[in-house]
C-alpha cells in the first residue's frame, strides 16, 4: 500500500496557563513561529491563577507539531497538559465496528438467529459446504490479512502497528463496494506459520487480502495459498499496484501516439510490486522490458541471490542491456519507479525517446519530483495524491473482490486483472484524457462498478466463477423450504 503524502491538519493543544507569568500574545508568538496557525481558541477551565484553553492550530507538516510542543514547553508560566488531533481522534477505539443485520426483540426471534432453529440452518450447510456462501457471513466478508512486515513506507512495525492500517483498509472495502472486511494482524513472520493460520481462518471467509508482508516472503505465501485455498487470495501491494499501474499507462500511451508492444519500458525497483508490474505489463503486450535493481539491469544467464530475480531475468530485458539505470534508459518510452526516492534525474528523462511517460510512485518522495521533470516528460504520474494523475490501489481492490464475491470466483486470473485495469482505464473518457488526468480519481463513484463487472465476465471466461445465474437465490429457497 502506498505511503499518504504530507497533509495539513489541525491539532488540539490543551495548555494550563499562569495568569501573571505568561499571556495570550507569548503563546500565539511561539506558535506562529513554529509553523503553526491557531484558528480557534476555547477556555475549558479557570481559577484565580491560571487559566486552561483549549487551542486548535493548523499546521502543514506533521513534525511541526513536536516543534510547537517544545516552544510552548520553554515558555514561563505554560503547562502542555495534552496534544491531540484529528487522526488520532479519528482512531479512538478503532475505525470499525461489527452490527447486526437485524434486531433480536422477541424469544421468537432469539430462537430463528440462535438456538434452536440455527441447528437446521447448520445442518444445510454440513450436508452441502457450499451453502456457506449463501447462509452466513463467507457470501460478502473478506480478510485483510498482515503481518506487519512492511507497513507502508514505515518497514517492519509489527502486527499491533499495523492494525490501524488494516482497520483504514477495511473501511474503504466497506465504503466503496459494500465489501465487508475485516483486519487480522498476526504475531508471526513465520512463512509456514502464516500459510497455516491463513489456511485454518479461511472458512469463515469468501476471500484473502494479502497486506504489507515483505519481499520475497509474500511470494511463496500467496504462491501456496492459492494453490491450497479454494477462495481468492490476492497480494494487493503486487497485483493491486500492477493493476491500477496498467490502468495509467494505457492511456498514457493513447495520450502520446505510442504503441504499447512498441515501446521500450524500464523499471526501477524489482521487489513485490515491480514483478507484478512486469507480469500484467508483459501479459499487455509489452515485448521490451528491463528491470533494474541494485544490481542494476537484470540479464539472463546470471545467478541472483533471489529466485525472484532470475525469473525475471529470464523473461524480460530481450536486448540483454547491461548497466545501471542511466545506462539502460536510453531511447525508454516508459520509466516504473517502485524504489527510492531521487534515483531519476531529469538528464536521464533527456535520454529517453521522444513524449516520454514518467511513473514516479516511489512514497512519500517520488524517483523524480514533479517539479523536476516538468517539461521534460509528456505524462507524469507518482503515488501521491497532491500531485495529478495518482496511482492508488484503492482504485483496484474493492471493485476486484466486489466483483470475486458476487461470482463466487476460486481464484483471481491474470485475464481479470487485465480486465480490472482496462474497466480503471475506460473511466476516463476520450473529452476528459489529458496530460493532467489519465487516472480516475479514487472518489469516483463508477470505478468500483466498472471493475466489478469487468472482473465477473472475466472470471466466467477464465472459468473461475462457481456461481450460476440465480443459483445463490434457488439454493436459498431450497433450504428454506426443507427447514
Not at 503547562?79 to 465496528?97: A, Y
Not at 522490458?289 to 532470475?310: C, F, P, T
Amino acid at each position: 500500500m502506498a505511503m499518504p503524502a504530507a497533509a495539513s491538519t489541525n491539532i488540539v493543544l490543551r495548555l494550563e496557563m499562569d495568569k501573571d507569568s505568561t499571556t495570550f500574545g507569548r503563546i500565539a508568538t511561539a506558535i506562529g513561529a513554529a509553523g503553526g496557525d491557531i484558528v480557534a481558541v476555547d477556555v475549558s477551565g479557570t481559577s484565580k491563577t491560571t487559566t486552561i484553553r483549549d487551542l486548535t492550530v493548523n499546521i502543514s507538516e506533521t513534525h511541526r507539531k513536536e516543534l510547537i510542543v517544545s516552544a510552548l514547553n520553554k515558555l514561563p508560566g505554560v503547562h502542555v497538559l495534552q496534544v491531540s488531533d484529528q487522526t488520532f481522534l479519528m482512531h479512538l477505539g478503532g475505525k470499525i465496528e461489527v452490527t447486526p443485520k437485524m434486531t433480536i426483540k422477541t424469544r421468537d426471534d432469539l430462537s430463528r438467529v440462535y438456538t434452536p432453529g440455527v441447528a437446521n440452518v447448520s445442518m444445510a450447510i454440513y450436508e452441502e459446504p457450499g451453502r456457506a456462501h449463501t447462509l452466513t457471513i463467507k457470501r460478502n466478508t473478506i480478510a485483510v490479512v498482515s503481518d506487519g512486515t512492511a507497513v507502508l513506507g514505515l518497514g517492519n512495525i509489527g502486527p499491533l502497528a499495523a492494525m490501524p492500517v488494516m482497520e483504514g483498509k477495511a473501511m474503504l472495502f466497506k465504503q466503496l463496494a459494500g465489501v465487508d472486511a475485516f483486519p487480522i494482524c498476526l504475531d508471526t513472520q513465520d512463512t509456514e506459520e502464516i500459510i497455516a493460520t491463513i489456511k485454518r481462518i479461511a472458512p469463515a471467509f469468501g476471500g484473502i487480502n494479502l497486506e504489507d508482508i515483505s519481499s520475497p516472503r509474500c511470494f511463496e505465501i500467496e504462491r501456496r495459498l492459492i494453490e491450497e485455498l479454494d477462495i481468492p487470495v490476492f497480494h494487493d501491494d503486487q497485483h493491486g499496484t500492477a493493476v491500477v499501474l496498467l490502468a495509467g499507462i494505457l492511456n498514457a500511451v493513447k495520450l502520446a501516439g505510442k504503441r504499447l508492444p512498441d515501446c521500450k519500458v524500464v523499471l526501477n525497483g524489482v521487489g513485490a510490486a515491480g514483478i507484478a508490474c512486469t507480469k500484467i505489463l508483459l501479459a499487455a503486450g509489452v515485448t521490451n522490458i528491463i528491470g533494474v535493481d541494485r544490481a542494476g539491469a537484470l540479464v539472463s544467464g546470471r545467478d541472483y541471490e533471489h529466485d525472484a530475480w532470475n525469473w525475471y531475468a529470464g523473461h524480460t530485458n530481450p536486448e540483454r542491456e547491461q548497466g545501471v539505470l542511466s545506462d539502460v534508459i536510453t531511447g525508454a518510452d516508459i520509466f516504473i519507479g517502485v524504489s527510492a526516492p531521487g534515483v531519476l534525474k531529469a538528464d536521464d528523462i533527456r535520454k529517453m525517446a521522444k513524449d516520454p511517460i514518467v511513473f514516479a510512485m516511489a512514497n512519500p518522495t517520488p524517483e523524480i519530483a514533479p517539479e523536476e521533470a516538468e517539461g521534460l516528460v509528456r505524462v507524469m504520474a507518482t503515488g501521491r495524491s497532491d500531485y495529478p494523475n495518482q496511482i492508488n490501489n484503492v482504485l483496484c481492490f474493492p471493485g476486484l473482490f466486489r466483483g470475486v464475491l458476487d461470482c463466487r470466483a476460486s481464484r483471481v486470473t491474470e485475464e481479470m486483472k487485465l480486465a480490472a485495469a482496462h474497466a480503471i482505464a475506460s473511466v476516463v473518457t476520450e473529452e476528459e484524457l489529458n496530460e493532467y488526468y489519465i487516472i480516475p480519481s479514487v472518489f469516483n463513484p463508477h470505478v468500483a462498478e466498472k471493475v466489478k463487472e469487468a472482473v465477473i465476465q472475466a472470471a466466467y471466461a477464465s472459468g473461475v466463477a462457481r456461481r450460476r445465474e440465480r443459483g445463490v437465490q434457488q439454493s436459498a429457497v431450497k433450504v428454506l423450504t426443507q427447514a
